[in-house]
């Protein structure tokens, strides 16, 4: 495999001691005063994360007496080792590339919310040579912003659930980012794989976009924490999920995006912010994503789809077991939170 933009972490591997959770949720709203949070998305900003960025622009953390710190990694596993290593207090990571990391390495973290039911992920090719599904895939060169991260196992999941091969696919990495369609276009890649905002804004730019959601069952996107701080610091968790949740169907519910863009403009420098017209579609398709599995389940690890996903990332043998699902998330931080 070779690069096509550099690299400061090619093969994360999350690993420590197992840990259980008990969650001693003390404190009413305030209880956080004073505290310093610290979130870490995958990537650069987009407005993929817009539900934190909102909240953080519209004042809501600041209102749960958290004093908000929003940083990126590079890559949704980079993401998870800060998290681990203290660094962070919650990271965005894909829901198959936590359950791999908590079930085969016995990495301490859990799952606090599924901010994406659905995965955000698109393969993106042109019209001239589509890729339809995972039957199209094998012999191409497929870009990805990480290896050994969430995209990867997304694809490797769909190509072995279709009855291909993942290894035949030349993966690289490139940026996760509407101007990597050039690449398509040049014949550098047969396809890459974007999330909701890159595919958007590259079928806004160019006529010949073609797009495929990959939805693979897995919970899309989740937030995740170490359950020793969970146990230390109950409050400060409720109250970032108390204005996440709030931010999420404001953004989900509100008939202005406009408004609601202008303000996250207002604080933060979000690739693509600058086009009105293009971002309000692009947050309008995340939002559809956190709502996808009804309104009352909006940040919600949902029972079924974590039973589905270890039955299935199992089954292709990409865990070694199949713990009880429940043990990998916890849904009573959000059960105070919007009590």
Known sequence: ???????????????????????????????????TFRFITPFNLSLSFAAVLYADAAGYYTDEGLDMQIESANGAAMA?????????????TGGTNYIVSRV??????????????????????????????????????VGMASLGGSMEGT????MMAGGQDPSSVNKVKVADSAASFALIEAGRAGAFIGNTSSMIKAKEARPNVHAVPMDDGMPGQVYVARPDDIEANPDKY???????????????????????????ASVHEVNGIDDPETAKID???????????????????????WDQAIERLHEAGMIKTAPDASTLYTNDLLDKAIA
């Open 80 to 92: 998870a080792q800060m998290v681990l290593a203290d660094q962070m207090d919650v990271g965005r």
């Open 155 to 158: 694809l490797d999941l769909l």
């Open 283 to 305: 947050l309008a398709t995340n939002a559809e994503n956190w709502m996808a599995k009804g309104k009352e389940n909006l940040l919600r690890n949902i029972p079924e789809v």
């Open 104 to 141: 085969d390495n016995s990495a301490p973290l859990i799952s606090i919310a599924t901010i994406a039911q659905l995965s955000p992920f698109f393969i993106i090719s042109s019209d001239e040579n589509p890729v339809t599904g995972v039957q199209d895939m094998p012999g191409r060169t």
């Open 1 to 35: 495999m070779r690069d096509l933009i550099p690299t400061i972490d090619r093969r994360a591997f999350l690993g420590g001691t197992a840990a259980g959770v008990a969650v001693l949720l003390s404190g009413g709203p305030g209880a956080a005063q004073g505290k």
């Open 238 to 264: 409720v109250a970032f999920l108390r204005a996440t949740h709030k931010a999420a169907l404001e953004i989900a519910t509100t008939q202005d995006l406009g408004a609601i863009i202008d303000k996250i």
